[in-house]
């Protein structure tokens, strides 16, 4: 059983296109998140939304926007894509609380290599 | 702001013991963990500290001093597969019942025979 999956696992596309990446979480979760990691492998947070509130990364351009259909699920659209997008995208999942502790593991999808030409 | 510290690349013996060193400077900390991530995969969990201390699980441990912003972990009887990156990641509450995750840059650790 895949925990949090993600499609597609690869994407190629032109310059000043708009794509979207779809995410699912069968864990229960009730926040999920989107990373990216560039080139250099630093990972770095984009969105993180759960029921109540999505907090957005402030370096994040508004080209990039989540959609959450559901509890399971955060799609990340991105509108006129530049070179600069192309990198490894990661969808996580946790649950914020349990039992009054913090439990914050986050559970990572296979990622989604991107590639702007 | 925050600020998370790992050392880029280590190299060490198959059958040795490394240990990877994290430093912080973080406001509003609720725990740190530590990831794996080989190449071309997903990061995977190893460890999380909270209180200050030793955390040991099998053949990876890892240890917190918050007063310090400090953290390591510990790869003992290394192995061949641990050649890996380690992300060091720091959590953050950030507001509203919410809390963030922000990775250190990762540390390249590989193992020789």
């Known amino acids: 059983d895949t925990a949090v999956s993600q499609t597609p696992k690869y994407l190629v596309t032109q310059m000043g296109n708009d794509k979207s990446i779809k995410c699912e979480q069968n864990l229960g979760h009730d926040t999920m998140y989107w990373y990216k990691q560039d080139s250099k492998k630093f990972l770095k947070i984009m969105f993180s939304y759960n029921n109540k509130e999505l907090i957005i990364n402030e370096t994040v351009p508004n080209r990039f926007s989540p959609k959450s259909p559901d509890k399971a699920h955060l799609n990340l659209h991105i509108n006129s894509l530049e070179l600069g997008d192309s990198a490894v995208y990661f969808c996580a999942s946790s649950q914020q609380w349990e039992d009054s502790r913090v439990v914050n593991e986050q559970f990572f999808g296979p990622g989604t290599r991107l590639t702007v030409l | 702001g925050q600020n998370i510290d790992q050392p880029t690349e280590m190299t060490a013996t198959e059958g040795a013991i490394v240990q990877i060193n994290c430093t912080y400077q973080t406001s509003g900390f609720n725990g740190l963990f530590w990831y794996q991530q080989h190449a071309g995969e997903a990061p995977t969990f190893l460890s999380y500290?909270?209180?200050?201390g030793l955390e040991e699980k099998g053949r990876f441990s890892s240890f917190l001093s918050r007063s310090k912003g400090y953290s390591y972990l510990l790869l003992k009887e290394l192995q061949m597969k641990d050649s890996a990156s380690y992300l060091c990641a720091v959590v953050r509450y950030s507001g509203a019942g919410s809390y963030q995750l922000t990775f250190g840059k990762g540390t390249k650790l590989s193992v020789i025979p």
């Open positions: 500290n909270v209180l200050d």
